[in-house]
């Protein structure tokens, strides 16, 4: 519990709580400013809070495969799971690529400005026009341009230029910064609604939102920053609705609801486009190289139609042409069946050298658009192209070095090696069997080379257009089972709930939290300039800092009262000052030597530095024994700054000096102070060495004889803490008073007295506390006894130190001490 108290004690050393409210109480004035000018300013900010709306939209991630899959799985492949799905949609929805196009599809670089008289607001979807620009030509970057319709078929648009003929603009086509060519101060200029504008620094479209405009209003837009907004939108917000399924709540905040739903809605219409044409990949580059074939092929059935009908004109051996169709027919189905088998080896060995050469392998040919059926072929393609579609889905959250890549990509090597071992054995089945087909094609010519020439050209014709037909068929077929497959993908994202204004007023920030805010900054300025106050306060303040500085005893405190001079206790008796020294006059005979408590008494009166109140003491305490009706002489010691003179109006032309260098007797500085009782002796005028003067024998013999001749002998000393003068004259002192003022005693000056207190150099010494401003800042109104006798207070209430912790500011410090000991 001691040591508890000894905390509590070292605290209330570095902080003194009763200071700080005294300081905080004195900074009433800065309370009120600092209120005020808050509170002036948060009204001001709550004229600046604008509406912020919300909006949000649900969609779905889910795997909707190809209904034709199980039949088709060469045109069509499983992308991957549903959460691999998720994790990319959310990836996309936040990167830099997808608000890049979401910016550019709604020109959300162009600001529409609407003033108002706090502030200007977003106008998007709110003017009765809508800006299309030209994103092929630089636009004036940044600056506002006004737009005023003029009537239903006109506008003005003006601004104000400076004196330079070229400004900064923005490609937004090309996403960099560009100069354009401007005119020079103001520039106003008509257009009509639905005409190009094709300035030097504008491109533009301008057209009316509805079929008739109200006439007068004024706008404001210009062209902004385009990466700004590009970086805003990536901030999207994006929750998974419950936490891990595969539904996404997308969400925005700002200003302008228009835009926030415009944004989301188009941000998952963009992504649902992208996705669908992701999954139709495959079919729409199949198509194409079908598409590419159909075009030779056609050509090719063309000429051999052709050819056909110009024989046909040419020559009448139709019957005997007839005749000799089964030979004619067998050699067509040998040649189909020769190009098919051509398609399939020329397609292994186009797989092979694109696996060789290349690493993307989306873009694969499906294997049955050359018939080949093989199911270790297709599945092992299918499962490389889905492997390559998974390894770029990934790229976009994970980093280059993760080791899902790696195992991804020994996965795709692994398929790789799998599908040259079915090249080479599949190439060696087909070669077979072409080598046989080539035999039966021998033996079909042998018997058609006799027949005669005329009949061979026709047949060869004839053979020639039903392959080229044939082959024309096997791609229409192709190409609508590819047509067939592409409209079966359904993208993977559906939408649940779009965004959309279902009227909410939106939130507004609370006004208020700006006034609390202002309340609290206002009380926390004078709080903290009170706490750093007290921080770097290091005089002593008050009695009970006396208390914590040192153990010599405090015998009393003397009050502040404004007054012409010194002498307060002869002019007014009766006030709590000359109380207070009569308290200070009732402990002294407590610490006298109880020996010879019979005989003259002599005290001192000193200090740490001038100004701290030993004259005011000294004259005061002199006064007191006087009226007392005791004979009482007072002494001024301080030979190096005289002052006693100055309140008894007597010259000091002669005085203790002039005794101490023998120019005159005792009885000749002896003076009548002009009141019964009290005589005073001055200083004199000011030595050269006044420390040898007080050292001298002959300062002893004056004090000795004084103490023969009066009842208290009062010694007005120099300070303790800058001479040594006061220390050679405390050894004739039987009691000494060490003055302590309020705010102007240093706390580190009774580090001095402490010393000599402790070294026994001065014997029965006491504080005294003056000065002391107003009785309830520091909770004092009272004398010290300590246990030597009984005192008045600075203004004679006779409160003792029990009595005046029912203070306000006493009971606080306490219950501080009492929650800091619990702690």
């Known amino acids: 519990m001691e040591e508890e108290e000894k905390d509590v004690n070292s605290l209330s050393g570095i902080f003194d709580i009763r200071q700080f409210f ?16 808050g509170m002036c300013y948060a009204y001001y900010k709550n004229q600046f809070i604008q509406t912020v709306h919300y909006a949000s939209s649900l969609i779905s991630i889910k795997d909707n495969s190809n209904p034709l899959f199980t039949s088709n799985q060469s045109l069509t492949f499983n992308w991957g799971g549903t959460t691999d799905k998720v994790t990319t949609a959310i990836v996309q929805f936040k990167s830099r690529t997808h608000a890049e196009s979401v910016v550019d599809e709604l020109q959300y670089y162009i600001n529409y400005i609407k003033e108002g008289e706090y502030y200007n607001t977003d106008a998007y979807k709110q003017t ?35 004196e330079n003929p070229s400004g900064q603009g923005f490609h937004y086509g090309l996403k960099k910064f560009a100069t354009v060519t401007t005119p020079t101060g103001d520039w106003k200029q008509q257009f009509k609604f639905g005409d190009s504008i094709q300035l030097p620094f504008l491109h533009a479209l301008i057209e009316k939102r509805g079929k008739t405009i109200a006439t007068g209003g004024e706008w404001l837009f210009n062209f902004g920053n385009y990466w700004g ?91 005997a042409v007839s005749q000799n169709s089964d030979f004619n027919k067998r050699l067509t189905d040998f040649e189909i069946q020769k190009r098919g088998l051509q398609s399939k080896l020329n397609y292994y060995d186009q797989l092979k050298s694109y696996l060789k050469n290349k690493t993307d392998y989306t873009l694969i040919q499906a294997p049955s658009v050359v018939g080949i059926q093989e199911g270790s072929i297709s599945t092992a393609v299918a499962r490389l192209i889905s492997l390559s579609e998974e390894r770029k889905r990934r790229e976009f959250a994970m980093r280059p070095d993760a080791p899902i890549f790696r195992e991804i990509d020994r996965d795709i090597s692994a398929i790789k090696d799998i599908i040259y071992e079915n090249i080479s054995s599949s190439k060696s089945l087909l070669n077979a069997e072409l080598n046989e087909l080539l035999v039966q094609i021998n033996k079909v010519e042998a018997q058609i080379k006799k027949l005669p020439k005329e009949q061979q050209e026709y047949l060869r014709i004839q053979r020639q257009f039903a392959i080229d037909q044939n082959a024309y068929n096997v791609f229409k077929a192709k190409r609508a089972e590819a047509e067939l497959v592409k409209a079966a993908n359904v993208s993977d994202i559906f939408v649940i709930d779009e965004a959309k204004d279902t009227g909410s007023p939106g939130t507004r920030k609370d006004s208020n939290i700006n006034y609390l805010i202002a309340l ?81 008494r002599t005290i001192m009166v000193t200090s740490s530095v001038s100004g701290e109140g030993k004259t005011f003491t000294s004259i005061n305490l002199a006064t007191v024994f006087a009226l007392s009706g005791k004979r009482t002489v007072l002494v001024g010691m301080d030979l190096r700054k005289p002052k006693i003179f100055d309140d008894f109006n007597i010259e000091n032309d002669l005085g203790v000096s002039n005794y101490l260098v023998n120019d005159c007797g005792l009885n000749d500085i002896v003076r009548s102070a002009g009141m019964e009782n009290l005589d005073i002796i001055l200083s004199g005028p000011v030595p050269p060495n006044p420390s040898e003067l007080i050292m001298s024998r002959r300062a002893g013999e004056m004090i000795d004889q004084l103490k023969k001749d009066y009842d208290y002998v009062i010694l007005d000393t120099p300070p303790l803490g800058l001479v040594a003068d006061a220390l050679e004259i ?20 009774l580090d001095v007295v402490n010393e000599k207190f402790e070294r026994k150099e001065i014997k029965n010494i006491s504080f005294v506390f003056n000065y002391l401003n107003e009785r309830g800042k520091y909770g004092y109104g009272y004398g010290y006894g300590y246990g030597y006798g009984y005192g008045y207070g600075a203004y004679g209430n006779g409160y003792h130190e029990n009595d005046a912790k029912q203070g306000f500011l006493s009971k606080i410090t306490s219950a501080l001490k009492s929650f800091i000991s619990k702690k």
């Not at 299309?132 to 506002?144: E, H, V």
């Not at 997308?250 to 999954?279: F, H």
């Not at 051999?304 to 139709?318: A, G, I, T, V, Y």
């Open 22 to 37: 005294v300081k905080t109480m004195r900074l009433w004035w800065l309370f009120i400013l600092c209120i005020g000018i």
């Open 128 to 162: 009765p026009f809508f800006i299309y620009a030209d994103t092929s030509k630089a636009q004036l970057y940044g600056k506002r341009i006004r737009i005023k319709v003029l009537d239903q078929e006109n506008f003005e648009l003006s601004t104000q230029f400076s």
């Open 229 to 319: 907004q590009v970086n805003r939108y990536k901030g999207i917000s994006i929750i998974q609705k419950p936490e891990g399924s595969s539904i996404l709540e997308l969400s925005l905040s700002g200003g302008n609801k228009q835009r926030l739903i415009d944004y989301i809605n188009t941000s998952s219409v963009l992504l649902e486009r992208g996705e669908l044409e992701r999954k139709n990949k495959f079919a729409v580059s199949t198509i194409k190289y079908i598409d590419s074939s159909l075009v030779l092929q056609e050509q090719a059935l063309k000429s051999s139609e052709q050819d056909m009908k110009e024989f046909r004109d040419k020559s009448q051996m139709l019957d």
């Open 520 to 600: 609290l900054i206002g009380l926390s300025i004078p709080i903290t300039l009170a706490f750093i106050l007290t921080i770097l306060d290091n005089y002593v303040n008050s009695p009970k800092d006396v208390e914590k500085l040192s153990t010599i005893p405090l015998i009393g405190v003397v009050g502040k009262m404004n007054h012409p001079t010194n002498l307060i206790v002869k002019d007014k008796p009766k006030s709590t000052i000359a109380e207070s020294f009569r308290g200070i006059r009732s402990s002294l005979h407590f610490i006298y030597d109880q020996e010879s408590i019979h005989g003259s």
């Open 730 to 749: 405390a050894k004739y002192a039987d009691a000494s008073l060490y003055l302590i003022r309020q705010g102007y005693t240093k706390r580190g000056m």
